[in-house]
């Protein structure tokens, strides 16, 4: 079993920046893959960004170039650094982490990011 314990979301203007962390209950190197799904009022829950168990990272078109995900193994922690935030960044996001051959899907209780239009 895998807690994930989600934080640092808020509201901020355009253009502004924030980081959100995700702390896992388990040593985030042992998982497959760790990852931000982000999902707005009525529409379906979309990947963000996502970090291999070898430290490649993949990134959303719409965020490529302005969200960075890392991850400090030593307090098994992911971030996601956001920058130049726009009013369509505004959703609930979720931390993932993917776990084991059958690639198990476990999720945080998630924290709203709100840019005011």
């Known amino acids: 079993q895998v807690q994930l314990v989600e934080s640092g979301g808020g509201l901020v203007q355009a253009g502004g920046s924030l980081r959100l962390s995700c702390a896992a209950s388990?040593?985030?190197?042992?998982?497959?893959?760790m990852g931000w799904y982000r999902q707005a009022p009525g529409k379906q829950r979309d990947l963000v960004a996502a970090?291999?168990?070898?430290?490649?990272?993949n990134y959303a078109d719409p965020v490529k170039g302005r969200f960075t995900i890392s991850r400090d193994i030593a307090k098994n922690t992911v971030y996601l650094q956001m920058n130049s935030l726009k009013p369509e960044d505004t959703a609930v996001y979720y931390c993932?982490?993917?776990?084991?051959?059958?690639?198990?899907?476990?999720w945080g209780q998630g924290t709203q990011v709100t840019v005011p239009s």
């Open positions: 970090i291999t168990r070898g430290g490649t990272t």
């Open positions: 388990v040593n985030i190197f042992s998982v497959n893959a």
């Open positions: 993932n982490a993917r776990v084991g051959g059958y690639g198990d899907d476990y």
